[in-house]
């Protein structure tokens, strides 16, 4: 089984699908700036579960954000959770330039 994923920019999420079927498996809900792009909601239908649409839901789009030169806020759980798991992800995570002192 092959899980296709695709930026759909106008509705400011991917979406994944089966090889071969039309419905969508899976989508990952994302704000997206000319140096970021935060990953806000992960949602997979409980048919899909644990065929692997989630990590490629996040995988895709961490590696196109990686080619974009974007940097990754990573606000949704199943993003984070994921990305802690794969330390090859980790430079993508933002950190922010400026700290307010007390």
Same mark, same amino acid.
């Given at each position: 089984?092959?899980?296709?994923?695709?930026?759909?920019?106008?509705?400011?999420?991917?979406?994944?699908?089966?090889?071969?079927?039309?419905?969508?498996?899976?989508?990952?809900?994302?704000?997206?700036?000319?140096?970021?792009?935060?990953?806000?909601?992960?949602? $997979?239908?409980?048919?899909?579960?644990?065929?692997?649409?989630?990590?490629?839901?996040?995988?895709?789009?961490?590696?196109?954000?990686?080619?974009?030169? @974007?940097?990754? @806020?990573?606000?949704?759980?199943?993003?984070?959770?994921?990305?802690?798991?794969?330390?090859?992800?980790?430079?993508?995570?933002?950190?922010?330039?400026?700290? $307010?002192?007390?």
């Amino acid at each position: 089984m092959s899980v296709e994923v695709s930026d759909v920019p106008e509705a400011k999420r991917y979406e994944a699908r089966i090889e071969g079927e039309s419905e969508v498996a899976g989508v990952a809900d994302y704000i997206r700036t000319a140096e970021l792009v935060a990953f806000v909601h992960t949602e $997979v239908p409980p048919e899909y579960e644990g065929r692997g649409v989630g990590a490629a839901l996040v995988r895709t789009a961490l590696d196109e954000a990686r080619a974009a030169n @974007l940097r990754v @806020l990573a606000i949704c759980p199943f993003f984070a959770g994921w990305i802690a798991r794969h330390p090859e992800y980790k430079d993508l995570l933002y950190q922010s330039r400026s700290r $307010v002192s007390d």
